[in-house]
Structures are given as C-alpha cells and as structure tokens.
C-alpha cells in the first residue's frame, strides 16, 4: 500500500511563512484526488485543502487565501505553501487521498508561536 512522508515542519513565528511536502511511495497522479489534514490536541483530524489531479484544490475557510497546495506528479510528492501563519494553524500535518484511506505517515510538527 501507498506509503506518505510528510516533512517541512519547524517553529515560525506568528505572520510567517512554510512549505510542507509529501512525498509517496507510489504513483500520486493514481490516487486521484489528494488531501492536507492537520490535528491539533484534543481535536479529530480534519482537513485543511484537496487537490484535484486536474483543477484547482479546495480550502477550508480557515485557511483560504493564505494557504496553496499543489501536486507534482512526477516527483509524487504533495506541498501546502502556508503564509500568514497564526498560532491557530499549529497541529500536526498529514497528506493522504481525499477520503484518508490509505495508511497515515507520522505527519510533520508546525508551531506557530504568537
């Protein structure tokens, strides 16, 4: 089964910038429609954005405007370019499909200190 390896975590500051990638194991362009999630403590995990293999992804309100994500086939990997970062948006980041069917990766740890 597909396997993901998320990276790209670190502590920033509140008001500032990170890109997080996913790299999978297998064909992305495959999986069809691929997703960011984050859990923060005491939370479920949700989702944060979708990519589509073809069109253009999807942004929980929460992060619409400052965050992008993107796929790049031909590397199988996923990124989330996060901007204008708040303390809010601190939790851990996972990729997987859309429905979070395959096996979760250990995520990658954001911070964001006010």
């Known amino acids: 089964q597909v396997q993901f390896v998320e990276s790209g975590g670190a502590l920033v500051q509140s008001g500032g910038s990170l890109t997080l990638s996913c790299v999978a194991s297998?064909?992305?362009?495959?999986?069809?429609?691929m997703a960011w999630f984050r859990q923060t403590p005491g939370r479920q995990r949700e989702l944060v954005a979708t990519?589509?293999?073809?069109?253009?992804?999807y942004y929980v309100d929460s992060v619409k405007g400052r965050f992008s994500a993107s796929r790049e086939h031909a590397k199988n990997t996923l990124y989330l370019q996060m901007n204008s970062l708040s303390p809010k948006d601190t939790g851990v980041y996972y990729c997987?499909?859309?429905?979070?069917?395959?096996?979760w990766g250990q995520g990658t740890q954001v911070i964001v200190s006010p």
């Open positions: 297998g064909s992305i362009f495959r999986l069809g429609t």
């Open positions: 990519i589509p293999q073809i069109g253009s992804p």
């Open positions: 997987n499909g859309f429905g979070g069917g395959y096996s």
